[in-house]
C-alpha cells in the first residue's frame, strides 16, 4: 500500500511540474518550446517506465505476499483441524473414562449400601439377642465355655456346678483341691441404658453393678464348700468391661476396686483368657509337682525292693562261701583218696597209705 501511494504522488508531481513548464513556456520562442517539449516527452517516458517497472515490481511482491498468507491460511486450517481432532479424541477418551469411573463409583455405592443393610439387620439381630435376660445370660454362658474349652483341659473345669446351698454358678476352674467360681451374667440392661440415654443412667449402672459383685461374693465364695476366697465376674463385652473400669458410684469408688473389695474380679474375654493362660500354667505346675510325688513313691518302693535284693544276695553269698569251703574240703579228700587207690593199684599197701586211707574215709 505504501508503494501505491509513492507511485501517486510521483504522478501529481510530474502534472505539476509540466504545467508549470507550459506556463513558464509561453513567452519562449517556438524552437525553444518544441526542444523542451521534447525533453519533457523524453522525461515523461523515462517516468512512465520507471513507473511501470515499479508497479510491475510492487505486483509480484504483493502476488508473493497473497500467496505466503493464503499457505500460512491452510496451514492453519490444517493445524486447526489436527488440533480439533486431537481434542475431539480427549474430550472422548475423558468422557469415556468418567463414565467408567461413574460405573465403578455406582458399584461401590451398591456395595456400601449393602453393607450398610447388612449392618443394620445385624444390629438388630444383636438387638434381639441382648433384648432379654435369660438370653444375654446365655450368650456370656456361651462365650465363657469357648474361653475354657480353648484355654483349659477338659479336666480342669465343670459347667452349672452346684454348691450344697442350692446356688448354681455358671463354671468353676479346678486349682488343686479349690475350685474358682466364674460368673457370667453381668446385667446389661444397665449399659443398654447407659448407652441410649448417656450419662443419666450411669449411676443406675454402678448401683446395678455393685449389686451384681455383692450377689456373686455372697452365693459363689463359700471356701468351707472347697471354693478360692475369689470369684470371678465374667463380662463379656469389652466395651462393657471399659465402662465398668471408668465408673465410679456414689462414694467416689470405682466399681472394680468395689469388686475387689468384695473378692469379686471383674474379667473381660481378654483378661479373663490372660487369667486362664496363668492358671494353666499353674495346673502344668501342680502336675509336674503330682509327677514328681509319684516318681519320689515310685523311687521309694524301688529302694525296698533293692534293699530285699540285697538282703536276699547276701545271703546267697554267705550259701555261696559254705559251698566254696565245703568243695575245697571234698577236693582235699578227693586227692588223698586218689592217691591212695593209686598205691593200691601197685599191688602194694604200706602201713603209712593205709593209715592215710584210714583217715581219708574217718574224714
Known amino acids: 500500500m505504501n508503494s501505491i501511494a509513492a507511485v501517486a504522488v510521483a504522478l501529481a508531481a510530474i502534472a505539476v511540474v509540466a504545467w508549470a513548464v507550459i506556463v513558464w513556456t509561453r513567452g519562449r520562442s ?69 463414565r467408567e469411573m461413574l460405573g465403578k463409583i455406582n458399584q461401590q455405592l451398591g456395595e456400601v449400601q449393602r453393607a450398610g443393610r447388612d449392618l443394620s439387620q445385624a444390629s438388630q439381630t444383636l438387638q434381639m439377642v441382648l433384648g432379654g435376660a435369660k438370653t444375654r445370660g446365655t450368650l456370656g454362658e456361651v462365650a465363657l465355655e469357648h474361653l475354657l474349652e480353648d484355654a483349659l483341659p477338659r479336666a480342669a ?44 443412667a450411669r449411676r443406675e449402672f454402678a448401683q446395678a453393678a455393685r449389686k451384681h459383685a455383692d450377689s456373686i461374693a455372697e452365693k459363689y465364695i463359700l471356701p468351707n464348700e472347697g471354693t478360692l476366697d475369689i470369684a470371678f465376674m465374667f463380662v463379656p463385652s469389652e466395651s462393657v468391661y471399659y465402662e465398668l ?99 593200691m593199684a601197685q599191688g602194694a599197701l604200706p602201713e603209712a597209705p593205709a593209715k592215710a586211707l584210714e583217715a581219708t574215709t574217718k574224714d
Open 245 to 343: 473400669l471408668m465408673t465410679e458410684d456414689a462414694k467416689g469408688a470405682r466399681l472394680d476396686a468395689y469388686s475387689r473389695a468384695k473378692g469379686v474380679i471383674p474379667v473381660s474375654p481378654n483378661t479373663l483368657h490372660a487369667y486362664l493362660s496363668a492358671i494353666l500354667m499353674g495346673l502344668k505346675g501342680m502336675q509336674v509337682e503330682e509327677n514328681a510325688r509319684r516318681l519320689l513313691g515310685s523311687l521309694a518302693g524301688l529302694r525296698k525292693q533293692v534293699e530285699a535284693f540285697a538282703e536276699v544276695y547276701e545271703k546267697l553269698g554267705t550259701h555261696l562261701r559254705h559251698a566254696q569251703q565245703s568243695y575245697e574240703d571234698a577236693d582235699s579228700k578227693l586227692g588223698r583218696a586218689r592217691n591212695a587207690l593209686d598205691q
Open 30 to 98: 517556438e524552437a525553444q518550446t518544441a526542444a523542451l517539449r521534447q525533453e519533457m516527452q523524453a522525461l515523461l517516458a523515462t517516468q512512465a517506465q520507471t513507473l511501470a517497472t515499479q508497479v510491475g515490481q510492487l505486483s509480484q511482491t504483493m502476488t508473493q505476499q497473497f500467496g505466503q498468507v493464503q499457505h500460512a491460511l491452510q496451514k492453519g486450517v490444517a493445524d486447526t483441524g489436527l488440533l480439533a481432532s486431537q481434542a475431539q479424541t480427549a474430550v472422548a477418551t475423558e468422557l469415556q473414562n468418567s
Open 157 to 200: 473345669y465343670e459347667f452349672q456346678y452346684s454348691f450344697a446351698t442350692g446356688a448354681v454358678v455358671d463354671a468353676i476352674v479346678r486349682s488343686g483341691n479349690r475350685n474358682l467360681s466364674i460368673d457370667s451374667k453381668f446385667p446389661l440392661d444397665a449399659y443398654r441404658r447407659l448407652v441410649e440415654t448417656g450419662e443419666e
